[in-house]
């Protein structure tokens, strides 16, 4: 049995509800059944009607990370329901599922799959939710029967009492993986649709997402921005921990999406970036001409990738921010801090035309950390990442032009610590933190820097020049002392590359680079 798409799965289980309202409602599209089935639930039956089941809401997030279709719909139904007067038990392999889904909805019953050994777990589910019917679909009613004393076993739906309906879980959004899962195949498919049923019977809504993150699939964004849901339940354990997932949920909801779609950088987007700073054309390709026109050159250069790469090409600037001085300045800092007015229509122009923008810190004797946060108010856009270039970097008797400089683990972590608080308390997409190094000393203790903040996608760019030979050596080295949970970047430079990479031979490196730079 094939794995249903989300459009298939919303069709069966529109046609299930259509089945089930029929004697209520007309009912015309498939899909739209499923918007509907809260509103007809709500005005079906009355309270002094047969028994209804009981709906309950659960925690603010819940994540069910059951192996086996037993196991997750057992879960499932004690998540959303703490009475039912009617339970339906199928099996999960064989024939049985698609007459044990309309016999659900037709009850108004949680729908729970079993093997022919019944579990313990299962049996305990049935017996709190203390039903007088328990309908046995492909399941040897025997089985059953024996361990649930008080209860009747029947294999005919038109054997069950009629029930009322449940009080609808509207603000309940149920998260289904339609990608690879924990089972089977059929197991998924079979765990999956049993929970389609009594997610339906329950009202709450389902949301289709393409793996475990919703912030990586932008349909699964739009719904739950539509829907803004007040209880998530995950099936799966790849969605946990729920700490983790309510944030996650929590950016999802804003709607607000990275050029490219999605609100995770990498490995869904690919920014190809001109480098410089405005109006300075000795300092890179992006200050050699004006606004428009490097807008216009960034986009020129991202199409060349288009067709080498399987994810979308994100034009990009990347913007030095503070610039490396060769006399101190009043600070002392051997940094010109560029006011952020002076940036401000770049990053506006450029966002405004479906770009990505990079913010690069050239910080001298200043703080990393403390030139990030005169940046605060870019930074907090959504569409805005941050860089640091260690070259730059003095310590405090170093100066400019005498050595190549270097940035510590602790100084890098530092800034991360802020710049991932600031990403999480605006609810903002995946920003990107870019690391440049072209020799091993420029970050020292790497292995020590923080990688794993679910806020941030950490970049280390090499930035070596020269022959293909020389940058292929330092690309090696470069990628080989990486910490683990970082992606890399290429820099092509126009002049001091000789000759410079073709487009095709950068996106041959090993990584394939996630970032490419032009200087």
Not at 257 to 263: A, F, K, T, V, Y
Not at 319 to 329: D, H, K, L, R, Y
Not at 375 to 386: F, R, T
Request: aromatic share 6%.
């Amino acid at each position: 049995m094939p794995r249903l798409t989300p459009p298939a799965r919303k069709r069966v289980a529109g046609a299930l509800l259509c089945a089930a309202a029929a004697a209520v409602t007309a009912c015309t599209a498939a899909p739209a059944a499923l918007e509907a089935a809260g509103a007809w639930q709500a005005g079906a039956g009355g309270a002094s009607g047969p028994p209804a089941a009981q709906t309950r809401v659960p925690p603010a997030v819940s994540v069910l990370a059951g192996t086996t279709p037993s196991a997750i719909t057992t879960s499932f139904a004690a998540r959303l329901f703490s009475f039912a007067p009617v339970v339906v038990v199928a099996a999960s392999k064989g024939s049985a599922l698609t007459a044990a889904e309309k016999a659900a909805v037709a009850a108004h019953a949680p729908l729970l799959l079993t093997t022919a050994t019944v579990s313990k777990p299962l049996l305990t589910e049935i017996r709190d939710l203390h039903p007088s019917r328990v309908l046995a679909v492909g399941v040897a009613p025997a089985a059953l029967a024996a361990r649930l004393p008080g209860v009747k076993v029947v294999t005919r739906a038109g054997d069950l009492p009629a029930t009322g309906v449940p009080t609808p879980l509207r603000s309940v959004a149920v998260l289904l993986n339609t990608g690879p899962g924990l089972l089977a195949a059929t197991g998924q498919d079979a765990a999956d649709e049993a929970v389609l049923t009594t997610a339906g019977v329950a009202g709450a809504r389902i949301v289709d997402v393409d793996g475990y993150d919703p912030r990586a699939d932008p349909t699964a964004i739009e719904a739950l921005a539509a829907l803004r849901p007040r209880e998530i339940v995950a099936l799966g354990g790849g969605f946990g921990p729920a700490g983790r997932l309510a944030s996650r949920v929590a950016v999802a909801e804003t709607g607000t999406q990275l050029p490219g779609g999605g609100q995770v950088l990498f490995p869904g987007h690919r920014l190809v970036a001109l480098y410089g700073h405005p109006g300075a054309p000795s300092l890179g390709a992006l200050g050699e001409q004006d606004l428009p026109a490097s807008i216009a050159r960034a986009q020129q250069v991202a199409a060349q990738y288009r067709p080498l790469s399987q994810v979308p090409v994100i034009p990009t600037f990347e913007i030095i921010a503070t610039v490396a001085q060769a006399s101190p300045g009043p600070d002392g800092t051997y940094s010109y801090e560029s006011p952020v007015s002076s940036l401000l229509p770049w990053v506006r122009q450029a966002n405004a035309a479906g770009m990505y923008v990079i913010l690069d810190l050239q910080a001298g004797r200043a703080s990393l950390l403390a030139q990030a946060r005169y940046y605060q108010s870019l930074l907090a856009l959504p569409d805005v990442g941050l860089a640091l270039d260690p070259e730059w970097k003095l310590q405090p008797n170093q100066l400019p032009l005498q050595q190549i400089g270097s940035v510590s683990a602790a100084q890098v972590n530092a800034v991360i610590s802020w710049l991932a608080a600031l990403t999480a308390r605006d609810h903002l997409p995946q920003k990107v933190l870019v690391l440049h190094q072209f020799m091993l000393s420029m970050l020292s203790g790497e292995q020590d820097i923080n990688t794993h903040d679910d806020d941030l996608a950490i970049v280390i760019h090499m930035d070596g020049q020269g022959t293909p030979a020389d940058k292929q050596q330092t690309w090696d080295a470069v990628t080989a002392a990486a910490p683990p949970g970082v992606f890399f970047g290429w820099k092509n430079f126009y002049v001091k590359d000789h000759p410079m990479l073709t487009p095709a031979e950068t996106m041959a490196e090993t990584p394939t680079p996630v970032m490419i730079s032009y200087q």
